[in-house]
């Protein structure tokens, strides 16, 4: 038992109660008390105590979108167009990956992710060539919790454009397929249930109406969620009208792929029915604010969403689209995004935007009753925003410092299942110059192999 006093709690809770001078009791891996900091005290008077020192402490983050190959390609296709981008690097440079390559991406990138303070995260895409079980070991290594989607895919092409797909990137449909149903067998619920794994399938044009029928019927008879990107560029409407004669979101219902385990990533391209139809069918959005700016695929329509009671959370993508994984920035473009758009700066508050971040993700990877908010009977996945810092002083409301002031690197303590996994920003759990090293090194082979050279567009002495 260990009790962590004298903390300003956003508790996220359904009061969203916050409490100053707080303290939380943690027991295994689960919140046992949560309240004042003398009355928990009092209770457990005997136990370990780590002092807060009067920072804020709020649930882990919840990244619903991230690339973990991305990692080791981060600054890779900078300032192109989005088809460019996939196939003349990204996927040319992922599809010269080996499965040591795809394990220590995914430790630099969980490495990022523990540091800025997300605690659980859902992996859209992992290619077979990356290693699944690697990962899988890394992910329970490292502590964090994480939902791990397998790729399954029968055409190489994206959207409009077909035979692009780099020959390194394709996978054989019943390979793809048996792949993510073995790595569901052996992982699902492991390292005290921190793992979950999913369906990846890849997006229109990259699947045929019969392979995302066999997902569904899968993931049905399973219990398994799916997450897929969704109309990210109008490309990928026009794709779909064109081959199916159907919107995005009518399209994926008629596949079995809408309901309350679906994740849909993007989303931006959709009008008033299909947010209808994700409203109806209990369907959950990933927004990915600074990857759809960069990409300048469109701004999805959040507020919208929001109110037509869709469950939306936010992601930051990968590597060469955002180009960190580093939550609380992602917190800061959520909102002002959409303030610019609609001109409208009392929209997507601070508060709306935290939500979103935590017991949102929650709610997107099934996980609502478990994590996305400290409460009795939670896990224990929380973490601790230093605050004795310039740029955080003052702060009258601890929400909108945390959206509209902090980053990633204000991240002092990560808690997950009850275990310390940062303290003073050092991740306990991973060898943090060892994995730096190797994936600098790792990066400069892979950039080799796939004859691909990144310069600055200025001279270099
Ligand atoms: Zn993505």
């Known amino acids: 038992m260990t009790v962590f006093k004298n903390g300003t709690l956003i508790t996220m809770d359904p009061q969203r109660r916050i409490?100053?001078?707080?303290?939380?009791?943690?027991?295994?891996?689960?919140?046992?008390?949560?309240?004042?900091?003398?009355?928990?005290?009092?209770?457990?008077?005997?136990?370990?105590?780590?002092?807060?020192?009067?920072?804020?402490?709020?649930?882990?983050?919840?990244?619903?979108?991230?690339?973990?190959?991305?990692?080791?390609?981060?600054?890779?296709?900078?300032?192109?167009?989005?088809?460019?981008?996939?196939s003349k690097r990204v996927w040319v440079l992922q599809g010269n990956y080996d499965e040591d390559d795809g394990r220590t991406s995914a430790e630099l990138c969980i490495l990022e992710m523990l540091k800025s303070g997300t605690t659980a995260f859902v992996e859209s895409m992992i290619a077979g060539r990356y290693g699944f079980d690697g990962i899988a070991e890394v992910v329970k290594r490292s502590g964090i919790r994480a939902a791990l989607s397998k790729v399954v895919m029968d055409i190489p092409t994206y959207a409009t454009q077909t035979d692009i797909m780099y020959p390194g990137m394709k996978e054989d449909p019943e390979v793809s397929m048996r792949q993510a149903l073995e790595a569901h067998d052996k992982w699902q619920g492991a390292a005290n249930g921190r793992i979950q794994v999913w369906f990846?399938?890849?997006?229109?044009?990259?699947?045929?109406?019969?392979?995302?029928?066999?997902?569904?019927?899968?993931?049905?008879?399973?219990?398994?969620?799916?997450?897929?990107?969704?109309?990210?560029?109008?490309?990928?409407?026009?794709?779909?009208?064109?081959?199916?004669?159907?919107?995005?979101?009518?399209?994926?219902?008629?596949?079995?792929?809408?309901?309350?385990?679906?994740?849909?990533?993007?989303?931006?391209?959709?009008?008033?029915?299909?947010?209808?139809?994700?409203?109806?069918?209990?369907?959950?959005?990933?927004?990915?604010?600074?990857?759809?700016?960069?990409?300048?695929?469109?701004?999805?329509?959040?507020?919208?969403?929001?109110?037509?009671?869709?469950?939306?959370?936010?992601?930051?993508?990968?590597?060469?689209?955002?180009?960190?994984?580093?939550?609380?920035?992602?917190?800061?473009?959520?909102?002002?995004?959409?303030?610019?758009?609609?001109?409208?700066?009392t929209i997507m508050p601070a508060e709306t935007v935290l939500e979103m971040a935590t017991i949102n993700g929650a709610k997107a990877m099934g996980l609502a009753d478990q994590i996305g908010s400290l409460e009795v009977g939670k896990k224990a996945d929380f973490i601790v925003i230093a605050m004795n810092k310039p740029h955080l002083t003052p702060s009258p409301n601890p929400?909108?410092?945390?959206?509209?002031?902090?980053?990633?690197?204000?991240?002092?303590?990560?808690?997950?299942?009850?275990?310390?996994?940062?303290?003073?920003?050092?991740?306990?759990?991973?060898?943090?110059?060892?994995?730096?090293?190797?994936?600098?090194?790792?990066?400069e082979k892979v950039y080799r192999r796939a004859g691909i050279e990144v310069r600055p567009q200025w001279p270099v002495m």
């Open 19 to 86: 409490i100053t001078e707080g303290a939380i009791a943690v027991q295994g891996d689960r919140i046992v008390a949560i309240g004042k900091a003398t009355e928990v005290r009092a209770r457990f008077p005997d136990d370990q105590q780590v002092d807060l020192k009067g920072n804020i402490v709020l649930p882990g983050l919840v990244d619903t979108h991230v690339h973990l190959a991305q990692a080791m390609i981060r600054g890779c296709a900078d300032d192109l167009s989005l088809i460019d981008w996939l």
């Open 200 to 345: 990846g399938p890849r997006p229109p044009g990259g699947c045929t109406p019969e392979l995302y029928r066999r997902v569904a019927q899968h993931a049905a008879e399973r219990g398994m969620s799916v997450t897929i990107h969704l109309a990210e560029v109008q490309a990928d409407v026009e794709y779909i009208r064109r081959e199916y004669g159907m919107s995005p979101t009518e399209y994926m219902e008629s596949v079995g792929l809408l309901g309350p385990n679906v994740l849909l990533i993007h989303a931006v391209w959709l009008d008033a029915d299909d947010i209808a139809r994700l409203a109806r069918t209990g369907t959950h959005v990933t927004h990915n604010p600074l990857s759809n700016t960069k990409l300048a695929s469109g701004i999805a329509p959040v507020p919208e969403m929001l109110a037509a009671g869709v469950n939306v959370s936010i992601g930051c993508d990968g590597g060469p689209s955002n180009n960190t994984y580093d939550m609380v920035r992602d917190l800061r473009w959520a909102s002002y995004l959409h303030k610019v758009r609609a001109l409208d700066p």
């Open 399 to 443: 929400v909108s410092t945390i959206v509209c002031a902090a980053t990633g690197q204000d991240v002092d303590t990560v808690v997950i299942d009850g275990k310390i996994i940062v303290q003073s920003g050092r991740v306990l759990t991973m060898e943090e110059e060892r994995i730096l090293a190797e994936a600098r090194e790792r990066a």
